[in-house]
């Protein structure tokens, strides 16, 4: 089974200032890692994943995340934000081999970004 | 615009009644994944349909259903709605890979509130 602990509910950020959101998660089998963004009134959208390779993988609208596979994170960063990133954002997890009945996301708390003037 | 479609967008239910959430998945998906996203949580897994057959399903009761078609399209069904029951249930379609790469396609959700 996988859980996954977003360790902030809420970071308020002023406009151009770098942010952080915080993910961690457990598993007892090797994961994907997921960040989803989800805008007021709407769905959930694919920011960036990590399924092999390079630790640090780069999303859409500028974010980045970063898997530590030692300290089971995959914390994602913006170096400067923009109003337009106030949103929710959410981080997931699935086994990353096939899994009967397992093939689905686990999600978090989730964290709500709100940037200011 | 992710070519995911739910309807409705907006009900409002009493306790102990039932609700049907339809959902029309982007062409050439062959699977549909159901999610509940409880106000100020993240989604929690339903269930998820392959080809007409369930394919996977979470921690939530039978009388949670649900049904997929021969086009791919898919309802969810629940019985005897509880108060807990309101939520905004989220659909999202994909290749069977997809569900578990992340190659999701969501929904904008019908939100139904349970009085």
């Known amino acids: 089974a996988q859980s996954v602990t977003q360790l902030d509910s809420q970071v308020p950020v002023f406009e151009e200032a770098p942010v952080e959101l915080r993910c961690n998660y457990s598993s007892s089998v090797s994961v994907y890692l997921f960040w989803y963004v989800q805008y007021p009134n709407q769905g959930l959208q694919l920011l960036l994943k990590y399924l092999s390779g390079s630790t640090l993988v780069k999303g859409i609208n500028g974010f980045e995340a970063e898997f530590n596979k030692s300290q089971t994170s995959f914390h994602l960063r913006k170096p400067s934000v923009h109003i337009s990133d106030t949103a929710e954002y959410f981080c997931a997890v699935s086994p990353s081999t096939y899994i009967q009945g397992a093939q689905k996301l686990v999600f978090g708390q989730g964290t709500r970004l709100t940037i200011n003037p | 615009e992710t070519g995911v479609t739910q309807s409705p967008t907006h009900l409002i239910k009493t306790r102990g009644q039932q609700v049907t959430l339809r959902c029309s998945s982007q062409s050439g998906h062959n699977t549909v994944s159901w999610y509940q996203q409880a106000l100020g949580q993240g989604p929690q897994f339903i269930f998820q349909?392959?080809?007409?057959?369930?394919?996977g399903r979470g921690n939530f009761p039978p009388r949670f259903s649900g049904l997929q078609f021969p086009n791919y399209s898919s309802e969810l069904n629940v019985n005897a709605l509880e108060l807990d029951d309101s939520a905004l249930y989220l659909c999202a379609s994909s290749l069977r890979s997809g569900a578990r790469t992340g190659e999701l396609f969501f929904g904008e959700g019908s939100r139904l509130t349970v009085l």
């Open positions: 349909y392959y080809r007409e057959e369930e394919n």
